[in-house]
């Protein structure tokens, strides 16, 4: 079993950044992270394969957001830069137990708890 634990998230005006972190208890392979807004399904907003040479991102971050793995691939992170009021939602980190880029959230075996993104115009 592991287990995540986002942090990193709060309130910034729009056309800033934030960066978000997930730690996890122990080995990951694919990762992702995803967010869902109040009254809106959860979303899929990127990805990156165990070795970190396979990413993708939804089409309205792309240009503006960055995922990366930590060097002992048990940390990720998302850099959310030119923030938009849009992006504000609860962001969740995710892990499978597979290795290639996963973006379907049945995909992932193991959530956090997620942490508020709030972007204010």
């Known amino acids: 079993q592991v287990q995540l634990v986002e942090s990193g998230g709060g309130l910034v005006q729009a056309g800033g950044s934030l960066r978000l972190s997930c730690a996890a208890s122990?080995?990951?392979?694919?990762m992702g992270w995803f967010r869902q807004a109040p009254g809106k399904e959860r979303e899929f907003v990127a990805g990156?394969?165990?070795?970190?040479?396979?990413?993708d991102y939804t089409d309205s971050v792309k240009g503006r957001f960055t995922i990366a793995r930590g060097n002992f691939k048990n940390t990720l992170y998302l850099q959310m830069n030119s923030l938009k009021p849009e992006d504000t939602a609860v962001y969740y980190c995710?892990?499978?137990?597979?290795?290639?880029?996963?973006?379907?959230?049945?995909?992932?075996?193991?959530w956090g708890q997620g942490t508020q993104v709030t972007v204010s115009s």
């Open positions: 995710a892990a499978a137990t597979t290795r290639g880029l996963v973006r379907a959230s049945r995909g992932y075996n193991y």
């Open positions: 122990g080995r990951t392979y694919a």
């Open positions: 990156i394969s165990d070795s970190g040479g396979n990413i």
